[in-house]
Each structure stands twice: as structure tokens, then as C-alpha cells.
């Protein structure tokens, strides 16, 4: 297949912005391009093929697919109707690490191959949750807010050794998961003296760290907990009361990978009834995070982001040209790096 006649849509957001699509596509083809910049937020909070009301959405997205061949996207909703819509289109390419906004088995039957973009946000993800993890062990976002905020000097008083934080040399630190940022959190642990420990039964070979087999086992050993699984039936809820208590007394807990990893109503009582000192979380059970939540009221001890992890300039633009890529192979006939239909 040659890019001459082969119209693309660059359907961007705030985030992947159109312009970043459109110039990593104009290094993979010559191909057509027309950009659309979609609403914001775009997400939905299921997977899209629970989407059964017409939204808004989904009529900018089919309007500029008249036509269109390929469509290039972040969130932009790929529905059963959109792909009903759109007989011309044969390839979606979604700018993140899983096509969620894609009904896979609509886009099958329409004859639609879906491509995606794993491992852009894996640096950013990594540092991030490092970067809770200090604050969380050092109360910064505690200290800000007292003396940017409250103009208080009232948060000297972390420099006592009794509200004094932890550091991460030679401090047990425990990750349940060593993926592409799993991994990548512990090689930096491990920089800063940090004792890590790893639980991820999937994983085989060396990783940085003491790798142990029972996820009891390492709760039982780790100050700090942080998580990096996948969310999957097995390891929904994974972190709940029971391994809450198994961890030692004034010990952190960390999540920047999925919020439903945890419990978060256990992690509150944990907190509330001071077994945990504190805990940093980016991903929530239910985001937005619902107004009223307990984990608001315990700002003194909570470090809360609205799920930042991933976000990052760099990811932006890993993201744009990775999905260039996958046009520039499928425009050559060459297979795809990453497609799931």
C-alpha cells in the first residue's frame, strides 16, 4: 500500500496534542493528514464497549472520519457506532499503553486492525512514584502547605526525631510487581541504598533486588510498600485489610499503578488507626477521586495526585511517534509491532 490517497485522522487532546501526531506521522508518510483537537476529559470511566448512550464525543470523532482510512487517537471513543459510522476506516492506533477506548470485538467484526503504544509512560510512571515516595517519607507536601500556603514555620517540627521522616538508605522497600516501572523503580532504590525487595510471580531472571516468593512474606519485611502490578481478576483488591496488618507498624504505602490494587477503605483504617505513618497515591478506585473521600481528610499523612504518573512532555511525544510508526508499517505492508485485531 502506498500513502498516496490514504487519508489519516490525528483526533488529539490536551495531552497528545494533534501537532505532535501530525509531524511524527510526516516522517513516516506522506499521508493526508487532517487534525481534530477532541474534548477534555475524554475517558470513560468503564471499558468503551459499556458505552451505550450517543455522546458527544463520538459525533465529533465520526464527523472527522468521513472518509478516513486511519485515525490516530489517545482517547477519542472507537465505538460500535463510530465504527459503524466510519466504513473506510481499517486502522486505529491509540497513543497509550492499551486500547481501553476501542470495543475490540466491534472492531473485528468491522474488518479494523487496532494498534497501541506499550511502554511510553514507563520512565515517567517511575519517576514519579519515586518522587512520592520521598515525599511521602520526608512530609514535603506537609511542610509546602504549612509554610507556602499558612506562611507557618510550624513545620520545623519534622526536624525532631520524633515527626522526623524516613531516608531510603538502607530502608526496606518492598515492590509487588517488576515490569517496565517496577523495574525501573527498583534500579533507583537501589541507587539511593535502598533494600529492595521484589514479589511478582511472572517475573524470571535476575531483577534488581532480593527477590522473594510469598507476597506475605515480603509485606512482612518492607517499610515501604509500593505497587506496580497489572490490574487483572487476580490482583484486584490484592493489597487489602489482612496484607494491610502484615506490614510493620508505621510503615508507607505507595500506588501510582492501578487503584483498585488497593483497598482504599482499609488503607484509611490502617492510616486512621496509626499502623500506617502515611501513604502516596496517584491512582484511585474511583477517579475522579468523589468528594467527601477519606483520604481527603487525612491530608497530614496522604500525599494525593489525580493520576499524573504518565503525564510528561517526553510521554507526549514517545506516544506520537510510536502511533506513527505502526501507520508507517501498515502503509508499507510490513507487520505490526503492536495490534491486537
Not at 508507607?252 to 487503584?259: D, E, F, L, Q, S
Not at 510521554?315 to 509491532?337: F, Q, Y
Request: proline share 6%; charged share 20%; net charge neutral.
Amino acid at each position: 500500500m502506498t500513502s498516496s490517497g490514504v487519508r489519516v485522522v490525528a483526533a488529539g487532546d490536551h495531552f497528545v496534542l494533534p501537532s505532535l501526531i501530525t509531524a511524527a506521522l510526516a516522517k513516516e508518510s506522506g499521508c493526508a493528514v487532517r487534525e481534530v483537537m477532541l474534548g477534555w476529559p475524554l475517558e470513560p470511566f468503564g471499558p468503551v464497549a459499556e458505552v451505550s448512550e450517543a455522546s458527544d464525543a463520538e459525533d465529533e470523532l465520526i464527523a472527522a472520519l468521513a472518509g478516513a482510512e486511519v485515525l490516530v487517537t489517545q482517547m477519542g471513543p472507537v465505538t460500535e457506532r463510530v465504527l459503524a459510522a466510519c466504513p473506510a476506516l481499517r486502522l486505529v492506533v491509540v497513543c497509550r499503553g492499551g486500547p481501553v477506548n476501542v470495543n475490540l470485538e466491534a472492531a473485528e467484526r468491522h474488518g479494523v486492525r487496532v494498534c497501541f503504544a506499550p511502554g511510553r509512560n514507563a520512565a515517567a510512571t517511575a519517576e514519579f512514584t519515586v518522587g512520592l515516595l520521598l515525599a511521602a517519607l520526608r512530609r514535603i507536601p506537609q511542610a509546602h502547605d504549612l509554610l507556602a500556603r499558612q506562611g507557618s514555620w510550624a513545620g520545623s517540627s519534622y526536624y525532631t526525631y520524633e515527626h522526623g521522616g524516613l531516608e531510603l538508605e538502607d530502608l526496606p522497600v518492598g515492590l509487588v510487581g517488576y515490569g517496565a516501572v517496577g523495574s525501573r523503580v527498583a534500579r533507583v532504590l537501589c541507587a539511593f541504598g535502598a533494600r529492595v525487595m521484589v514479589y511478582d510471580p511472572y517475573v524470571r531472571g535476575e531483577v534488581h533486588g532480593l527477590r522473594l516468593s510469598a507476597l506475605d512474606d515480603l509485606l512482612r519485611r518492607s517499610a515501604v510498600l509500593t505497587l506496580h502490578a497489572r490490574l487483572t481478576a487476580e490482583t484486584r483488591g490484592l493489597i487489602g485489610a489482612r496484607e494491610l496488618a502484615l506490614l510493620p507498624p508505621g510503615a508507607v504505602v505507595v500506588n501510582a499503578a492501578r487503584g483498585p490494587l488497593l483497598d482504599e477503605e482499609a488503607l484509611c483504617d490502617a492510616l486512621a488507626a496509626g499502623r500506617l505513618s502515611a501513604a502516596a497515591l496517584d491512582t484511585y478506585a474511583r477517579e475522579p477521586l468523589p468528594p467527601g473521600s477519606r483520604l481527603q481528610a487525612m491530608a497530614g499523612r496522604v500525599v494525593l495526585t489525580p493520576h499524573l504518573g504518565g503525564a510528561s512532555r517526553a510521554v507526549a511525544e514517545k506516544a506520537a511517534r510510536i502511533a506513527a510508526a505502526e501507520v508507517g508499517r501498515w502503509l508499507r505492508g510490513e507487520p505490526l509491532a503492536h495490534c491486537l485485531t
